[in-house]
T-cell receptor
Framework: GAVVSQHPSRVICKSGTSVKIECRSL??????MFWYRQFPKQSLMLMAT?????????EQGVEKDKFLINHASLTLSTLTVTSAHPEDSSFYIC????????????FGPGTRLLVL | SQKIEQNSEALNIQEGKTATLTCNYT??????LQWYRQDPGRGPVFLLL?????KEKRKERLKVTFDTTLKQSLFHITASQPADSATYLC???????????FGTGTQLKVEL
């Protein structure tokens, strides 16, 4: 149980284009979803927290107009990287937790983004 | 400033031995501490959670201790196997929310 999927797993795009990443909880309703970014040899850095039906809460230093997050249903959250640049190339990972559960987060497999 | 520190150097041990990984934190009062496993190119996988009022937690070959006075958690894998080779991350939850802050992780290599 508690499976989270991400799509796509890898994406290569040209500089200036936008990329959308989907995060789905497959067998539970995720009241909260989190988006992280991980650079090589570094730990996960939280970008934003999103609750279903409300605006995402962004961490300090994360541009909300660049990283658009939508959490329209209890099983789907999307992250759109707008006007991507090479420095946005990274490993993006989502996670989900559910109401009434423990503090555990269930992570997706990640999306590798390469901006040329 | 707040810090979560894990051994940055890889830990190499022989199969069958016990691996011990350390997580130290400063300027946090975590309500929970969690350990995750991450394989290359994959998302983290939850292993164990321990609460601030718990000293020790076990699950199969895994054991976690939590010392809020020392501000330290130890993660043990007994009878280690090559399949245990991965990066292990500790993460803290503070306050009433469920936001996680991760340590830098320690890479474990179990050799035959």
């Amino acid at each position: 149980g508690a499976v989270v999927s991400q799509h796509p797993s890898r994406v290569i795009c040209k500089s200036g284009t936008s990329v959308k990443i989907e995060c789905r909880s497959l067998d539970f309703q995720a009241t909260t979803m989190f988006w992280y970014r991980q650079f090589p040899k570094q730990s996960l850095m939280l970008m934003a927290t999103s609750n279903e039906g409300s605006k995402a809460t962004y961490e300090q230093g994360v541009e909300k107009d660049k990283f658009l997050i939508n959490h329209a249903s209890l099983t789907l959250s999307t992250l759109t990287v707008t006007s991507a640049h090479p420095e946005d190339s990274s490993f993006y990972i989502c996670s989900a937790s559910f109401r009434g559960g423990t503090q555990t987060q269930y992570f997706g497999p990640g999306t590798r983004l390469l901006v040329l | 400033s707040q810090k979560i520190e894990q051994n940055s150097e890889a830990l190499n041990i022989q199969e069958g031995k016990t691996a011990t990984l350390t997580c130290n934190y400063t300027n946090y009062s975590p309500a929970y501490l969690q350990w995750y496993r991450q394989d290359p190119g994959r998302g983290p996988v939850f292993l164990l959670l321990i609460r601030e009022n718990e000293k020790e937690k076990r699950k199969e070959r895994l054991k976690v201790t939590f010392d809020t006075t020392l501000k330290q958690s130890l993660f043990h894998i007994t009878a280690s196997q090559p399949a245990d080779s991965a990066t292990y991350l500790c993460a803290l939850t503070t306050g009433g929310g469920n936001k996680l802050t991760f340590g830098t992780g320690t890479q474990l290599k179990v050799e035959l």
